[in-house]
């Protein structure tokens, strides 16, 4: 598999599980779309989002780095930080 597939696939596993921490469609969220103006996201969602993340792929993400995940490729970028999986 490519990087370039390897990312989509991770992206496709980050909309899934984000999408449903946000209550819409995966096909709503767009990979640039911001969590709090486009999808209404709130503090609460946004700490549960961290929380699924961690359990899924067993890292820990400090709090501190919520504020960087506005959208799914912040997210992708700070889950490959904390992983160390090539971006």
């Given amino acids: 598999m490519t990087a370039a597939a390897?990312?989509?696939?991770?992206?496709?596993?980050?909309?899934?599980?984000?999408?449903?921490?946000?209550e819409i469609e995966p096909e709503?969220?767009?990979?640039?779309?911001?969590?709090?103006?486009?999808?209404?996201?709130?503090?609460?969602?946004?700490?549960?989002i961290l929380a699924r993340l961690e359990k899924k792929y067993k890292v820990e993400?400090?709090?501190?780095?919520?504020p960087r995940m506005e959208n799914l490729n912040a997210v992708y970028e700070v889950l490959a930080e904390f992983t160390n999986e090539q971006v």
């Fill in 6 to 22: 390897t990312k989509e696939a991770k992206l496709e596993e980050l909309r899934e599980l984000i999408s449903e921490v946000l």
């Fill in 28 to 48: 709503e969220l767009t990979n640039d779309g911001n969590f709090v103006n486009e999808y209404e996201a709130d503090s609460l969602r946004a700490i549960e």
């Fill in 61 to 66: 993400i400090p709090q501190g780095e919520l």
